[in-house]
């Protein structure tokens, strides 16, 4: 598998925003994106979004 930095297309709704922005106060969403998504593929964890916020 190649490393390296990839740009992929994300669409993030405006509750998703909400929660995104709850778990990394400070960041822009553009940087909490980024270490949402990186946290995922570390963890080689898996999340959906829900009313009530993101579960397993």
């Known amino acids: 598998m190649n490393s390296g930095t990839y740009m992929v ?7 998703q925003k ?10 822009s969403l ?3 994106l980024l270490l949402f998504i990186t946290e995922c593929l570390k963890n080689k964890e898996s999340y959906s979004f829900h009313n009530s916020g993101m579960i397993r």
């Open 18 to 27: 909400k929660y995104i922005a709850q778990q990394y106060p400070g960041k």
């Open 9 to 15: 297309p994300v669409t993030v709704n405006d509750e």
């Open 30 to 32: 553009e940087e909490a």
